[in-house]
């Protein structure tokens, strides 16, 4: 991810989005970290966070509860340094008796980023909605980029 680098371009923009989606799917936090510069700000919802050891920790955390994290990324608007994101995802907790209760988070998000690639500004807005087995759009082995998302939910 970091080596596509400002100012971006439309298809620049678009491929550091993709890049970013591909990433944060590996649902590894030592492969996302690096992509953050080593003070890089962060809001998530109401959580503030600052540099990558702190990233890492949270997204440690965020992955033990959020299971079968499936996330599809957007480009919505983009500048010299800056890209704004529409963002999906899809994710199950574990309830009693080994049941599942999936969720779907809406958001967007602001990046900006330093010229050597590296975001160093992520401001992230979500929302979760409880979604039933039926609702899913992220199913195994469906490709994220694949699935039809109607104007309502955009």
């Excluded at 590894?28 to 700000?41: F, G, H, L």
């Excluded at 690639?117 to 609702?135: F, P, Y």
């Amino acid at each position: 991810m970091a080596g596509i680098l400002p100012p971006f371009t439309a298809s620049s923009a678009y491929n550091k989005v993709k890049a970013a989606q591909d990433l944060w799917n590996t649902r590894d936090p030592q492969k996302v970290a690096p992509a953050y510069t080593p003070d890089s700000i962060w809001r998530n919802r109401t959580t503030f966070l600052r540099g990558t050891t702190e990233i890492t920790e949270f997204l440690s955390e965020k992955w033990k509860h959020e299971n079968g994290y499936r996330l599809r990324k957007e480009l919505f608007s983009f500048s010299d340094d800056k890209i704004a994101v529409q963002f999906w995802y899809e994710y199950f907790v574990e309830v009693e008796n080994g049941g599942r209760k999936w969720y779907r988070c809406y958001g967007l998000e602001d990046w900006t980023f330093a010229q050597d690639g590296k975001m160093r500004k992520r401001m992230m807005s979500g929302n979760d909605v409880e979604i039933v087995e039926e609702e899913r759009w992220f199913k195994d082995g469906v490709d994220v980029d694949d699935v039809k998302i109607g104007e309502e939910h955009w």
